[in-house]
């Protein structure tokens, strides 16, 4: 089975500065796929970024970049130059690849971005 | 604009009465998924589907029922057997196995109450 800990309920920072969200999860599969989700106060699940188990290079989008540790199963999304629109409720997810592979879920981070 | 639609936004259910969130998607995604989001809870997984006319139970599937006739759509009957519906609902949908990859698109959720 699959588990993703997510174990700060809540982080704040300044605005314009760099903030890390931490994650760990537990897999027996050699294959597979992490991702960190934003939901601001709308409760619509945006894709933040994703990266693939068997690429060693950390993935970047923008702003957004992880640092995948995987012998230590450590996945955590850092933010730069963070903005208030920033502000939201973050979520670290795993995804097996296969049949009936399916998406598991932290319990979720809230940013807060303080002016 | 292909997407994932949700209705009704709100619902309120008396208790003892099954109600039904419908979600509808048009991105031709084989496979459809249905979480529940709690305070605190993260996102759990209610049931899931890969294919028409075959879905699975997820993590906490005790309560709820499903169907699959159609590819765009998959309806979540929340039951008189759930003990505490009151919850955020979110439906979800990605290509298929082979696209676990490319993670999941969300609808904007449907808030369950029961009066």
């Known amino acids: 089975a699959q588990t993703v800990t997510q174990s700060q309920p809540e982080m704040s920072v300044q605005e314009a500065e760099t903030v890390t969200l931490s994650c760990t999860y537990d897999?027996?599969?050699?294959?597979?796929?992490l991702f960190w989700y934003k939901q601001p106060p709308s409760r619509q699940m945006i894709l933040v970024i994703r990266q693939e188990a068997y690429k060693q290079q950390n993935a970047t989008e923008n702003r957004f970049s992880v640092n995948f540790q995987k012998a230590a199963k450590s996945f955590s999304l850092k933010i730069s130059d963070s903005q208030l629109g920033d502000a939201a409720m973050y979520f670290c997810a795993n995804s097996t690849t296969g049949a009936n592979s399916k998406l598991t879920f932290g319990k979720g981070i809230t940013l807060s971005v303080r002016p | 604009d292909g997407g994932i639609t949700q209705s009704p936004k709100y619902l309120f259910r008396k208790e003892g009465q099954n109600v039904t969130l419908s979600c509808e998607q048009n991105?031709?995604?084989?496979?459809m998924y249905w979480y529940r989001q709690d305070p605190g809870q993260g996102l759990r997984l209610i049931y899931y589907s890969q294919i028409v006319n075959d879905f699975q139970k997820g993590d906490i599937a005790e309560g709820y029922s499903v169907s699959r006739e159609k590819k765009e759509s998959f309806p979540l009957t929340v039951t008189s057997a759930q003990k505490n519906p009151t919850a955020f609902y979110l439906c979800?949908?990605?290509?298929?196995?082979?696209?676990?990859?490319?993670?999941?698109?969300f609808g904007s959720g449907t808030r369950l109450t029961v009066v």
């Open positions: 991105l031709n995604h084989d496979a």
């Open positions: 979800a949908s990605s290509i298929g196995p082979s696209g676990q990859g490319y993670g999941y698109t």
């Open positions: 897999t027996s599969e050699s294959d597979y796929y």
